[in-house]
């Protein structure tokens, strides 16, 4: 029997390889067409030429090869983009031939893929989870509308903070930072209040899944490159995601369960977010219902595409602050000016705060959550920038190597959030040198929201308490190691000592 099975799995391996060797042969006389790259191995491919941190390794990668590269990783063919000029001709010019997710395995877990918007296809499904995120959630109508919400986040926060402070000394920023912002998306999307506070062990088992998510999707999978191998799933990342995801899930079907437990006895006339996915009814040709299950994974892809990438930010944000003392005392020096001593920030305040707004600029061109943007698919041979791409390419936007490249940026590794003023150059898809929310039809559908969040928390947080490091760390010894999965994480998380200024 043990003989029986390792033979068929010896064989389908083999068979695997051989198939794959064929198909390598009959490539052979398209590869002059294709962007330049390293040559690669029979059947792995470029995976040897793969460091641990893909960012850097991609980067290093294109300045010997150039802006648009080619790799095969095992049976996946990819492109990589690492200029500004690429990815204008890609957002300007082929946007819809790269409209389509590249998933991996773990991706397409339990139909995951097809109940989320960043992953699904592009067709009519994704357009209408899209069109109904912009009307119901992101829109600036909505936005302003659920102002108040968010204000009483805030408020919360920075009493957490606080009291944090107060007995532990030091406070660990991107924890409470991503408590704020997941209640922040609960009460928009739910209207929810204050779901997770820093004593609940939902909000710590919360987080702690979410990373574990993010971690296994971003890890290389041999099943991934090499899909003979997908149902023997080798190094059991199929079986971990699961594991991972079934926390948050759980949240999100929980709230859904009593969302429509809750609608049998109660009328009402106020819809929020997920009252309109429950009773939605499509028309021409969109599907008629959205499953309670898909409505429940795209709660959870909310809940994650929101607090991770914001918490993030904002704990780069006040590394580099705490890193650059003058840079923290201009930018309270500018809300003292607009907001003054005797009440809190507002997002009406945004407008007028130029330098807040350029140091989150400058935070999200040094460390993009996302420092590849969500991988795109080829969905039909095309020719790009002279190179023949086949259909099913993967392309990947190096956002990270694109924002320090020299030619685009002066002085591109140092923190300057001046290069920001007085400069018409921001993140909404339109300078392709700085990309952090992606482009094109696929750009983060929560732009707008994070904008004000991120100017929100950092704004409050400046305003309202004056930071400084541990004891022993000073700016120059403070460790900026960026750990790489889907999100550019701190490798440890940064700790800060707060002191309050004025009234929170
Ligand atoms: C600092 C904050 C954030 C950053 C840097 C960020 C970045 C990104 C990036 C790079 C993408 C992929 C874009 C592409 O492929 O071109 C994306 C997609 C997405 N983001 Fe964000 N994001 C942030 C916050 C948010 C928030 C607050 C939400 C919602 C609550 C959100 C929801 C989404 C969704 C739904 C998509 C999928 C869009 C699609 O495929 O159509 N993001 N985001």
Same mark, same amino acid.
């Given at each position: 029997?043990e ?9 389908c391996?083999?068979? @695997?390889v051989?198939?794959l060797?064929i ?8 590869k002059?067409?294709l962007?330049?790259? !390293?040559? @690669? ?5 470029n995976?040897?030429d793969?460091?641990?941190a ?14 648009v590269?080619?790799?095969?990783? =095992?049976?996946?063919?990819t492109m ?7 990815a204008m001709?890609?957002?300007? $010019? ?6 389509? /997710?590249?998933? $991996? ?7 995951l893929?097809?109940g989320s *918007? ?6 009519p ?6 069109r109904?995120?912009l009307t ?9 509308d ?7 986040? &805030? ?10 402070g ?6 660990? &920023? ?5 408590l ?5 998306i609960?009460?928009?999307?739910l ?5 997770l506070d820093?004593?609940? $062990?939902?909000g710590t ?16 999978n ?7 191998l997908q149902?023997l799933? !080798? ?6 995601v ?7 899930l759980?949240?999100a +079907?929980?709230?859904?369960?009593e969302? &429509?437990?809750w ?8 819809k929020?977010f997920l009252?309109?996915m ?6 021409n040709?969109? !599907? +008629?219902?959205i499953?309670e299950?898909?409505i429940?994974i ?13 918490s ?12 650059n003392? $003058?840079?923290?005392?201009n930018?309270?020096?500018? #809300? ?10 507002e997002?009406?305040?945004?407008g007028?705060?130029?330098?807040l707004?350029a ?8 460390h993009? %959550?996302?420092?590849?943007l969500?991988?795109r ?6 020719i ?5 791409? %086949?259909k ?6 190096n956002?990270?190597? *694109?924002?320090r490249?020299?030619?685009?940026w ?20 339109q300078h ?5 929310? =992606?482009?094109?039809?696929r750009?983060?559908? =929560?732009i707008? #929201?994070?904008?004000?969040? #991120? ?5 409050s ?7 400084s490091?541990?004891d ?16 550019? /994480?701190r490798?440890h998380?940064?700790?800060?000592i707060l002191?309050? /200024?004025?009234?929170?």
């Amino acid at each position: 029997m043990e003989w029986t099975l390792a033979y068929t799995i010896w064989s389908c391996i083999s068979l @695997g390889v051989v198939l794959l060797l064929i198909r390598e042969i009959f490539l052979v006389s398209d590869k002059k067409q294709l962007p330049p790259g !390293p040559p @690669g191995w029979p059947v792995i491919g470029n995976l040897l030429d793969l460091g641990g941190a893909l960012h850097l390794s991609l980067a290093s990668l294109s300045k010997k090869y150039g802006p648009v590269i080619w790799l095969r990783f =095992g049976a996946v063919n990819t492109m990589v983009v690492s200029s500004a000029d690429a990815a204008m001709e890609l957002f300007k $010019n082929h946007d819809l031939t790269f409209a389509d /997710r590249k998933t $991996n395995e773990a991706m397409r877990l339990n139909g995951l893929y097809q109940g989320s *918007i960043s992953l699904s296809e592009y067709g009519p499904y994704w357009s209408m989870l899209r069109r109904i995120c912009l009307t119901e959630l992101f829109s600036s109508k909505r936005i302003t509308d659920t102002e108040t919400l968010r204000a009483n986040c &805030i408020e919360k926060l920075k009493k957490w903070i606080c009291e944090e402070g107060q007995k532990k000394g030091a406070v660990e &920023i991107a924890r409470f930072a991503a408590l704020g912002n997941f209640n922040v998306i609960l009460n928009a999307a739910l209207s929810k209040d204050n779901f997770l506070d820093p004593q609940s $062990n939902e909000g710590t088992e919360f987080f702690r899944s979410v990373s574990r998510v993010e971690e296994l999707v971003g890890m290389p999978n041999v099943a991934d490159f090499f899909p003979f191998l997908q149902w023997l799933d !080798p190094q059991g990342v199929k079986k971990k995601v699961e594991r991972a995801l079934e926390h948050p899930l759980n949240i999100a +079907t929980g709230f859904v369960k009593e969302r &429509i437990e809750w609608k049998k006895g109660h009328l009402t006339s106020r819809k929020d977010f997920l009252d309109v996915m429950l009773e939605f009814q499509g028309k021409n040709g969109e !599907p +008629t219902k959205i499953s309670e299950k898909n409505i429940s994974i795209l709660i959870m892809e909310l809940f994650i595409a929101s607090t991770d990438t914001t918490s993030n930010t904002i704990e780069w944000a006040m590394a580099e602050l705490l890193r650059n003392p $003058n840079i923290m005392r201009n930018v309270q020096d500018e #809300l003292d000016q607009v907001v003054g001593q005797n009440r809190k920030v507002e997002e009406s305040d945004i407008g007028k705060l130029h330098y807040l707004q350029a140091v989150v600029k400058e935070t999200l061109r040094l460390h993009p %959550p996302a420092p590849f943007l969500v991988p795109r698919r080829a969905r039909e041979n095309t020719i790009f920038m002279g190179y023949s791409i %086949p259909k099913e390419t993967q392309v990947l936007v190096n956002v990270w190597a *694109i924002a320090r490249d020299p030619v685009s940026w002066d002085d591109p590794m140092s923190f300057k959030p001046e290069r920001f003023l007085n400069s018409s150059v921001d993140f909404k898809g339109q300078h392709f040198q700085f990309l952090p929310f =992606g482009g094109g039809r696929r750009i983060c559908a =929560g732009i707008l #929201l994070a904008e004000r969040i #991120l100017h929100l928390v950092l704004g409050s947080l400046i305003h309202s308490f004056d930071w400084s490091l541990e004891d022993g760390i000073t700016p120059e010894t403070m460790d900026m190691s960026e750990s790489f999965g889907i999100a550019l /994480r701190r490798t440890h998380p940064l700790r800060a000592i707060l002191k309050e /200024r004025r009234c929170r």
